[in-house]
């Protein structure tokens, strides 16, 4: 607007000039106006974002809750009849318990998960971000964009981040030097956080001017082990080996924790992967549903 106030007063004897200038303030009018309107709009699918999140975690908590009770009253009815004997089951809805750890409780959350095994680094991205070196949950990270750099790295799970990619997700505003800058003293404190003693082993790699987790060491992830299980399913399911296809379905359940990222609502490089990761959950669940309603167990 002010450039055209500048030619405004330039060309005040020139009438076609002028009425091209009217014209283009118009056009800038209408422009501030559909901008603030997207603003707007932005703010309010933010808002709509964060309810749906916490709905859906409410109702998974629920159907969760809902399944685990029924399953355990089905097994205490039945507890005394050898032939109808389900302790597997049981089991299982115990495992569930162990592996996936229920949001809010800190003592599971400072657990990494028992299917991490040995894994010299285990990740969870289903559910809240948690990170773990060697069974050490590694939290409290300085600075305010250090935390997300650290959740876009894991989440790529080896792959290499241009050094100015990151710069234009986490600091697009700041002039390149600064960029930069902020952009090394994070990686320094991931890198220090992650250093083991006496471990010469670099665990944030810097080749080609980009970064990447070194995973050459280990590194377990939940949601790469849901995947993984899923596929499985799928395939058990298209050779007609419906056990081993619900057994497999079932492990992608334990090990889903919860959307992508859940607590990073907001990122929106994680809203791809939070959708596809939802529908393949669902992919999994559905089998599991109608095998339960055909054997009555829900």
């Known amino acids: 607007m002010e450039r055209l106030a500048r030619l405004h007063a330039e060309v005040t004897g020139d009438r ?8 283009a303030e118009e056009i800038a009018t209408r422009w501030r106006q559909e901008h603030d309107h997207l603003d707007q709009h932005w703010l309010a699918y933010e808002k709509a974002l964060a309810a749906e999140s916490e709905a859906r975690r409410t109702l998974d908590m629920v159907l969760r809750t809902l399944a685990r009770l029924a399953e355990s009253s089905l097994a205490a ?3 005394g009849d050898r032939a109808d004997a389900d302790r597997p089951e049981v089991t299982r809805v115990d495992d569930t318990a162990a592996d996936g750890p229920t949001r809010g409780d800190s003592e599971a959350d400072a657990c990494p998960p028992i299917m991490a095994g040995s894994a010299e680094l285990a990740v969870c991205l289903l559910g809240r971000f948690r990170l773990f070196r060697r069974g050490q949950l590694l939290e409290g990270w300085h600075g305010s964009k250090t935390p997300r750099v650290v959740r876009y790295l894991f989440a790529q799970r080896g792959r290499p981040v241009p050094r100015d990619v ?16 902020n952009l090394h003293q994070a990686i320094y404190v991931i890198r220090k956080a992650l250093r083991a003693a006496c471990d010469p082993n670099q665990l944030i790699l810097f080749a080609d001017e980009a970064y990447a987790v070194n995973t050459s060491a280990g590194m377990w992830c939940d949601a790469d082990e849901f995947e993984a299980c899923a596929r499985a399913g799928r395939r058990a399911e298209r050779e007609q080996r419906e056990e081993h296809a619900i057994a497999a379905y079932e492990s992608a359940e334990r090990n889903y924790g919860g959307e992508f990222l859940e607590d990073s609502p907001y990122e929106d490089w994680t809203i791809a992967e939070r959708d596809r990761l939802r529908l393949l ?16 167990r829900c």
Do not use: S
């Not at 990151?166 to 800058?181: G, H, K, N, S, Y």
């Open 77 to 79: 009815g039945r507890a």
């Open 16 to 23: 076609t000039l002028l009425a091209i200038l009217v014209a």
């Open 281 to 296: 959950y669902l992919d999994v669940a559905n089998p599991i549903g109608r095998t339960q309603a055909r054997q009555g």
């Open 166 to 181: 990151l710069i234009d997700l986490f600091w697009p505003d700041v002039d390149p030097e600064t960029a930069r800058r």
